[in-house]
């Protein structure tokens, strides 16, 4: 609460003749509805007991009706508890519209990219977690005033197109691509690497050599191999398309690392004449990282000229750089990669670049095992698709809403509300358990928990008039705590875009879920009496759109039923 701060920062500029910004925090109830400790601050410089000041601070303070009571705890704590109709009225006074948005990030440029899943392999759940929380940093760039660019960063280059067409050659047919389309291209996938490795403990390497010549054939432009890739990709794309409307994620753009990779070899040469890149013997290209702490240098380009990864993403950061001048660069991408973007970025200093680049990594999902072990999410063909993964989530949804008369529609809000919020359940980082019981839990840390309690807001507000009676002489004390939380709400998405962390507007919309069953539990609201009706819809008016923009940051819709 700005109004309250600003109230003590005047206090302490009169009392003590010094200018101090003011930290509020929310202590437990039992201690008061906001507390400082800015008397313990301010011992050192005012060579002051703690207490003392806080005495001070707290006597002016009461002079001011606003509060209910001002207590000093321990060192010199100061609790503050406010009348419930002043939260109110300040909760009036600062809503709108977008209620819980700022300009934070106002006149920067930032590019997301996310889920970006490779071409050679059906979706699976190894992008879930990119998408999700990619999807809701967007969204929270969004909130906080920045301009927001998105790219998926396709995985369409490199070994795996070889491994395509030579496994497709070998394993499989028309007959079979005809039939699974994208399914077999990964089933061939999968079973060619295989083979490739089998080859290799062998000693010999026929299938690798022959992945090489496609990928070379690919490189010159040879015109069956870039019939192949074409139709391998369309195939893929349109999977990958699928999948992503089913998450509902989009992107603006779809720059994958085949748009990148010539562009890469001429950056490479450019670094080699300007002495950032050095070549081995052998011919390969590196970019030595020594002075920013690595010691082990980044490999530009193989040693018979081909592109890597980091050639591909060279030109990304240097073609990003020209088009859009971003401020900042988000990369949502496994925690598997790590050392390869802090050697990335160090690269990208090297060449003087000095957007700030963030990669934006997560903890693996886990599952429970039958005897009750976690393990990293895995199926008996070594992935688990995201194709089915949803499909199990709408079956398991409509298990929920067992036999009642709730839309297609609906059904997929709730599977894809318990998925995604499962998502955010810890901060990113952590391994996330994913469990089927509790990502649908009715009464737990879940996407429907919320949802419902949305819905139930909805119906309420659906079935009573917001009746326009003077309520002004409303005391709202009954509302108190969930008023409390209201007015936290623009700080927790301040601090969610801040840190890059959804995770703490799920919790949060978790706690406003919890605080409203209270409040239903002890407060009528259909049958009370007309002021108590008038004030306590309105109240859960600002519930609802706070349900409605917190959820939507997460990229989890309210079904209309449940
Ligand atoms: N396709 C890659 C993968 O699935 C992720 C791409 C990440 N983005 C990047 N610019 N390298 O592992």
């Known amino acids: 609460m700005d109004t309250i701060s600003q109230l003590i920062r005047t206090v302490l500029a009169d009392q003590f003749g010094l200018d101090q910004s003011v930290e509020l925090s929310r202590p437990d109830s039992q201690f008061g509805d ?27 303070l009461r002079e001011n009706p606003i509060f209910s009571a001002i207590t000093i705890a321990g060192p010199g704590f100061i609790n503050l508890r406010l009348h419930a109709a002043y939260i109110a009225d300040e909760l009036n006074h600062a809503w709108s519209q977008t209620y819980g948005e700022n300009t934070d990030g106002a006149g920067k440029t930032v590019i997301v990219e996310y889920p970006s899943p490779n071409m050679a392999k059906p979706y699976s759940v190894g992008h879930l977690r990119p998408g999700n929380q990619g999807w809701a940093v967007k969204r929270l760039m969004e ?15 490199g070994a795996p197109f070889g491994i395509w067409v030579v496994g497709f050659l070998e394993f499989s047919s028309e007959a079979a691509l005809e039939k699974d389309g994208v399914y077999e291209l990964g089933r061939v996938y999968i079973q060619t690497k295989k083979a490739l490795k089998e080859e290799k403990e062998r000693g010999e390497s026929v299938l690798a050599d022959e992945v090489q010549a496609w990928l070379l054939k690919l490189e010159q432009g040879d015109h069956q191999a870039k019939a192949y890739s074409e139709r391998f990709n369309a195939l893929s794309l349109a999977h990958i398309h699928a999948v992503m409307a089913r998450l509902h994620i ?56 081909a592109a890597l990864y980091a050639t591909t993403d060279l030109a990304t950061i240097l073609y990003r750089e020209e088009t859009w001048h971003p401020d900042r660069v988000i990369y949502a991408v496994g925690s598997e990669q790590q050392f390869y973007f802090s050697q990335l970025f160090a690269m990208a200093k090297k060449l003087g670049i000095q957007t700030e680049l963030y990669h934006l990594w997560f903890g693996f999902i886990d599952q429970l095992n039958e005897d009750g072990t976690r393990e990293k999410m895995s199926s008996r063909r070594g992935v688990v698709l995201m194709e089915e993964l949803l499909d199990q989530a709408d079956a398991k949804a409509r298990e929920i809403v067992g036999g ?6 609906d059904i997929k809000k709730v599977a894809l509300g318990a998925i995604k919020f499962s998502d955010f359940a810890a901060d990113r980082r952590t391994n996330i358990l994913f469990d089927w019981n509790s990502i649908f839990a009715l009464t737990g840390f879940s996407g429907p928990y919320i949802q419902y309690a949305a819905v139930r807001v909805n119906k309420i507000l659906h079935d009573n008039e917001v009746a326009q009676t003077d309520i002004s002489a409303y005391a709202y004390e009954t509302e108190k705590s969930l008023l409390l939380k209201l007015t936290d709400y623009p700080d927790v998405v301040r601090l969610a875009a801040r840190e890059l962390e959804p995770h703490k507007v799920a919790t949060y919309l978790y ?19 007309p002021i108590e009706k008038a004030a306590r819809l309105q109240v859960l008016e600002k519930v609802r759109h706070i349900f409605g923009h917190g959820l939507s940051l997460l990229g989890i819709e309210i079904p209309s039923q449940m």
């Not at 301010?42 to 005495?55: C, G, M, S």
């Not at 009642?404 to 529609?409: E, K, N, Q």
């Open 34 to 60: 906001y507390s400082t400790n800015v008397a313990l601050q301010l011992a050192k410089p005012l060579q002051k007991n703690p207490r003392e000041i806080a005495e001070v601070v707290a006597s002016k």
């Open 143 to 157: 909130a906080t005033g920045w301009h927001v660019i998105t790219d998926n960063h396709l995985g369409d280059y």
């Open 250 to 305: 989009s992107t603006d753009y779809e720059l994958g690392e085949a748009f990148f990779a010539p562009r890469g070899k001429a950056a490479v040469q450019t670094l080699l004449t300007s002495g950032i890149a050095t070549q081995n013997a052998d011919g390969s290209i590196i970019v030595p990282l020594d002075e920013y702490g690595f010691d082990v240098p980044l490999l530009v380009q193989k040693s018979n000229g």
């Open 404 to 409: 009642r008369d709730i839309s297609d529609d």
């Open 511 to 529: 706690e406003l879920a919890r605080e409203l069953n209270r409040y239903y539990e002890t407060t009528r609201v259909s049958d009370a009496e």
